[in-house]
């Protein structure tokens, strides 16, 4: 007879989750993943990466004293979690499984809803990662009440909406001058700029874009990898799209999906790692410790358990949890446009 916590004590759940092949996230690869052993962090935002040059003195005088541009700005991570219930049946079923096979399909029904109360909390670190991006702030609400807000600082000059005859899609609008306007306020040369699959058709389809790249009057149609080619060798930034979505889940149970980028934006940055995911240690992790879990120190970013709890019904639940914030110190050098309302 096998008993649950046995098939899924810490060690086997943390040695799953460690071993495990999972895609990542576009956020992961512009803001690489780093765990800390704290929940506050201070990182410097607000000011140009471009050298103060320095003054020409007289021999035996003091050196000029250089005055740092930045501005603290202190991070707390945020308390994500999810569990899912392994239902009555199920339990039993582990407990006296008719056959081999039976006890494998169950083993791996628990594995799944780990998996996916995993990829829910990840879901939520991207959602984090998207918002700085595309919006430069964090607004997102707290369950059980209030907000969680972070403004990233992102200058007034680094932003603009597109209007009247200006909106991309019109027939009168002149994209590349505005990605050469675009580019041209930042600091660092913008290589590198995400957008949505139905803005990139709409670049794709501009008559000036087509007879930029084929002539004039060509009917062929353009695809991203030529407009990235001329975009290129005009020294402007390669366009990528992103259209990943995720759902949330109402009060009543409804669902409603929504993107991680939004689809009427256009945001373009230089090679420079724009920031950090930056990861601490959860309540679950430290708990484990206290309880002499040594494996825990194993644990990745997002933690994952089996546990139980109450008494009529006992309820037993997979969980998962992390504690996250996405610093941006590159915020001052991205450009944030809405060419499409």
Same mark, same amino acid.
């Given at each position: 007879?096998?008993?649950?916590? !046995?098939?899924?004590?810490?060690?086997?759940?943390?040695?799953?989750?460690? %071993?495990?092949?999972?895609?990542?996230?576009?956020?992961?690869?512009?803001? @690489?993943?780093?765990?800390?052993?704290?929940?506050?962090?201070?990182?410097?935002?607000?000011?140009?990466?471009?050298?103060?040059?320095?003054?020409?003195?007289?021999?035996?005088?003091?050196?000029?004293?250089?005055?740092?541009?930045?501005?603290?700005?202190? /991070?707390?991570?945020?308390?994500?979690?999810?569990?899912?219930?392994?239902?009555?049946?199920?339990?039993?079923?582990?407990?006296? @499984?008719?056959?081999?096979?039976?006890?494998?399909?169950?083993? $791996?029904?628990?594995?799944? /809803?780990?998996?996916?109360?995993?990829?829910?909390?990840?879901? %939520?670190?991207?959602? =984090?990662? =998207?918002?700085? /991006?595309?919006?430069?702030?964090? *607004?997102?609400?707290?369950?059980?009440?209030?907000?969680?807000?972070?403004?990233?600082?992102?200058?007034? $000059?680094?932003?603009?909406?597109?209007?009247?005859?200006?909106?991309?899609?019109?027939?009168?609008?002149?994209?590349?001058?505005?990605? !050469?306007?675009?580019? *041209?306020?930042?600091?660092?040369?913008?290589?590198?700029?995400?957008?949505?699959?139905?803005?990139?058709?709409?670049?794709?389809?501009?008559?000036?874009?087509?007879?930029?790249?084929? $002539?004039?009057?060509?009917?062929?149609?353009?695809?991203?990898?030529?407009?990235?080619?001329?975009?290129?060798?005009?020294?402007?930034?390669?366009?990528?799209?992103?259209?990943?979505?995720?759902?949330?889940?109402?009060?009543? #149970?409804?669902?409603?999906?929504?993107?991680?980028?939004?689809?009427?934006?256009?945001? =373009?940055? #230089?090679?420079?790692? /724009?920031? !950090?995911?930056?990861?601490? @240690?959860?309540?679950?992790?430290?708990?484990?410790?206290?309880?002499?879990?040594?494996?825990?120190?194993?644990? $990745?970013?997002?933690?994952? =358990?089996?546990?139980?709890?109450?008494?009529?019904?006992?309820?037993?639940?997979?969980?998962?949890?992390?504690?996250?914030?996405?610093?941006?110190? %590159?915020?001052?050098?991205?450009?944030?446009?809405? @060419?499409?309302?």
């Amino acid at each position: 007879m096998a008993d649950i916590f !046995e098939l899924f004590n810490q060690k086997t759940v943390l040695s799953y989750l460690k %071993e495990r092949v999972i895609t990542p996230y576009l956020g992961e690869t512009l803001f @690489p993943e780093v765990k800390h052993d704290t929940l506050e962090f201070e990182y410097l935002v607000g000011a140009s990466n471009l050298p103060v040059a320095a003054k020409i003195h007289a021999f035996d005088t003091q050196a000029e004293i250089g005055s740092l541009e930045f501005n603290d700005q202190a /991070l707390e991570a945020a308390y994500i979690k999810k569990k899912y219930q392994i239902k009555e049946k199920d339990l039993i079923a582990l407990q006296f @499984p008719r056959t081999p096979q039976e006890q494998q399909a169950l083993v $791996g029904r628990v594995f799944n /809803l780990i998996d996916r109360a995993v990829g829910d909390v990840r879901a %939520e670190v991207e959602v =984090m990662r =998207m918002q700085a /991006l595309a919006d430069g702030k964090l *607004s997102l609400a707290i369950d059980g009440g209030g907000m969680l807000t972070v403004d990233y600082q992102v200058p007034t $000059g680094n932003k603009e909406v597109l209007a009247g005859t200006n909106i991309w899609g019109t027939g009168t609008e002149d994209i590349i001058g505005d990605l !050469e306007r675009w580019a *041209s306020t930042l600091d660092e040369k913008a290589t590198r700029a995400i957008t949505s699959n139905k803005l990139a058709s709409q670049i794709l389809r501009n008559s000036k874009i087509i007879g930029y790249l084929f $002539g004039k009057d060509s009917g062929r149609v353009a695809t991203l990898g030529d407009l990235n080619s001329f975009l290129t060798s005009h020294q402007l930034p390669t366009i990528a799209t992103y259209d990943a979505k995720y759902r949330v889940q109402s009060g009543n #149970g409804t669902y409603t999906t929504k993107r991680y980028f939004p689809e009427n934006k256009f945001v =373009m940055f #230089g090679d420079s790692t /724009l920031g !950090e995911t930056l990861y601490g @240690p959860t309540p679950e992790e430290s708990r484990l410790l206290r309880q002499g879990n040594e494996e825990v120190t194993n644990v $990745g970013n997002v933690i994952g =358990m089996v546990y139980e709890e109450g008494l009529d019904p006992v309820s037993t639940w997979a969980k998962a949890a992390t504690t996250a914030i996405p610093s941006f110190p %590159e915020a001052n050098n991205v450009f944030q446009a809405q @060419p499409m309302a």
